[in-house]
Structures are given as C-alpha cells and as structure tokens.
C-alpha cells in the first residue's frame, strides 16, 4: 500500500510540475523573474507555517537542526532559483531545459551515493543515460538557439548547471530534517526562509523589482502566480519534501524525467504547440526513464538472477569443448 501510495505522489508531482511550466512563462512575460520566483514562495512557505502551527505540529528548531535547515533553505531556493533565471537570460530556454532537467536526476543520484542513501546498480546506470537521450531529443530543435560563444552565455551555463547541483545538494540534506520537522512544517520553512532571502537579492540586482511590487500585476501573471502557490508549492513542493523521505532522492528526482513531457503535451492541446515525432520519441525515452529509476531496485535482482544462472551454463559449454 506504500509503495502505491508513492507511485501516485509521484505521478501528482510530475502532473503538477510540469504544469508550472507553463504558469511561470505566463508570469516571467510582465513580472521580474526573481521577485515573481521569490513572492510565491514566501506566500506558500507563510501559509505552510501557519497550517502547521494551526495542527500543533510545528516543533522549535533544534541547535543541530537549525543551522541544517538554513542551508536547506539557501540551497533548495535561494541558491537554485536564483542563479537559474538569472542564467536564462543569457541562455537559450531550450539549451537550459536540457541542462538543467539532465543535470538533476544525475546530481540527486551522485549525493546520494555520497551520502551513502543511495546505490548504484547498472538499472538505475542506464535509466539515467536513456533519460539524458530524452532530453536532448525533446530538445533538440531550440539547442542550436543564442550564441553561446561569448562570456555571458558561458557563465549563463554555468549558473544554469549549478542551479540544478544546488537543488539535488539541497534535497540529500534535507531528508534528514523531513522526520525531525515534518514535511508540511519544513516545506514551509525552506521556502518561507529561502524565498525572504531571493527576495532580498531581487531588490538588489534585479531591475524594476521595487517598482513591480508596488504596482496592480494583470490577470494573467496574477493567475501564474496563484496557481504556482498553490499546485507548485503547497501540494507540489510538500509532495516532493515526502517523497525524499520515503523513496530516496534520486527517485523522487525522476520527476524530471516526466515533467517536461508533460509540459510538451499540455502546450500541445493548450497553446496549440506542434508535437513532431521526435518530440514523441523523447518522451518515450524519458517515460521510460523514469520507470527505470523507479523500480531499478527491483528489476536489478532478476537480472542479476538471470546472469547467475546462465554462468553455469556458460562454464559447463567451456568444459565440453576442452
């Protein structure tokens, strides 16, 4: 019952995720990218918060578990967020989607390991490969997009490649915390803490902040807005935080495996965006990805059963023609 429990949180996250997508275009088109990044999670961490402490269930930060979360908090939003719209504005959508949703599954994984909550099997090894292929043949037509020989654009990937390290960093450290503070209680600390501070920063570098916060935002960006509150932060975000604790980060970051072809298939039917072929195929690729990473604990051992079984064989066939 668990684990299809977990299955169907996890499908929720993909739906909701890749649903932002969309949601934060429509957004970033009249609000700085920053301060509409930031806002929205100080709203959802506030209410998170308050929901929390209205069920008696928000416990005071520990000595050893206070600092922990501060840098959860920086790591997950502010250090993530941050740098990854700050680097699109010198980077091609298409190139950084690439590298930013390849990137996560891959870093998730590694920290993992290195924390030693997460193992390598040649399942997982190749789940992960065949959704890098996805990607880049989902993507494929706005890669050639921007120049990227220049200084900025360089520096535009490199902020793009750390948003995504920084987020995986971020969510190994942050399991621990899920069963000392509770999902609800640290989904609204990280994105209250982190957000405070991205908004800080968007005061400071981002242009037009001050000015867009004090005025009337249209329906449109209003809307983005609410929906990314409510669908990407309060259920998708709480989503995610449990999913760390119960499966483990590099499957709960398989998410992004299946989030783009979502976010393609809803451009589709509501943008009324062309679905080539090889749109389809990356898809695949990536779907399977995902049910790769997912169930590699499982399948692992009926190969590897597979592979006993036939060294026996294989060494009897030797014997019979020495």
């Known amino acids: 019952m668990s684990a299809t429990r977990n299955l169907l949180k996890f499908l929720v996250l993909c739906v909701v995720w890749g649903l932002t997508w969309i949601a934060v275009k429509a957004g970033v088109e009249t609000i700085p990218p920053m301060l509409f990044?930031?806002?929205?999670?100080?709203?959802?961490?506030?209410?998170?918060?308050?929901?929390?402490?209205?069920?008696?269930?928000?416990?005071?930060?520990?000595?050893?578990?206070?600092?922990?979360?501060?840098?959860?908090?920086?790591?997950?939003?502010?250090?993530?967020?941050?740098?990854?719209?700050?680097?699109?504005?010198?980077?091609?959508?298409?190139?950084?989607?690439?590298?930013?949703?390849?990137?996560t599954p891959l870093a998730l994984l590694a920290f993992g390991m290195a924390a030693g909550e997460e193992h390598w099997n040649a399942v997982r090894a190749g789940a992960m490969l065949l959704g890098v292929v996805g990607l880049c043949v989902l993507f494929a037509p706005s890669r050639g997009e921007g120049n990227l020989s220049d200084l900025q654009s360089f520096v535009g990937l490199v902020a793009i490649a750390w948003a995504a390290i920084s987020s995986a960093w971020g969510s190994v450290m942050a399991r621990p915390l899920v069963s000392r503070y509770g999902s609800t209680t640290l989904s609204g600390a990280t994105t209250l803490i982190?957000?405070?501070?991205?908004?800080?920063?968007?005061?400071?570098?981002?242009?037009?902040?001050?000015?867009?916060?004090?005025?009337?935002?249209?329906?449109?960006?209003?809307?983005?807005?609410?929906?990314?509150?409510?669908?990407?932060?309060?259920?998708?975000?709480?989503?995610?935080?449990?999913?760390?604790?119960?499966?483990?980060?590099?499957?709960?970051?398989?998410?992004?495996?299946?989030?783009?072809?979502?976010?393609?298939?809803?451009?589709?039917?509501?943008?009324?965006?062309?679905?080539?072929?090889?749109?389809?195929?990356?898809?695949?690729?990536?779907?399977?990805?995902?049910?790769?990473?997912?169930?590699?604990?499982?399948?692992?051992?009926?190969?590897?059963?597979?592979?006993?079984?036939?060294?026996?064989g294989l060494r009897q066939h030797i014997l019979d023609h020495k």
């Open 194 to 312: 982190g957000g405070t501070v991205l908004l800080m920063l968007s005061f400071a570098i981002e242009p037009g902040s001050l000015t867009a916060l004090s005025q009337m935002w249209d329906w449109k960006a209003v809307a983005s807005w609410l929906f990314l509150v409510i669908f990407g932060s309060l259920i998708g975000y709480s989503i995610y935080v449990q999913l760390l604790r119960d499966i483990g980060p590099a499957k709960a970051g398989s998410f992004a495996f299946v989030s783009p072809a979502i976010a393609v298939s809803v451009g589709a039917v509501v943008a009324e965006e062309t679905v080539s072929l090889q749109s389809l195929t990356g898809m695949a690729l990536m779907l399977l990805a995902a049910a790769g990473s997912l169930f590699a604990d499982r399948i692992q051992p009926f190969i590897g059963a597979r592979h006993r079984k036939a060294k026996p």
């Open 37 to 103: 990044a930031a806002t929205r999670f100080i709203a959802a961490g506030a209410l998170l918060l308050a929901w929390s402490a209205k069920r008696g269930q928000m416990p005071a930060p520990c000595k050893v578990g206070a600092p922990r979360l501060m840098i959860v908090s920086l790591l997950m939003i502010t250090l993530c967020y941050g740098p990854l719209f700050w680097g699109m504005k010198f980077v091609a959508s298409g190139t950084a989607a690439v590298l930013e949703m390849s990137l």
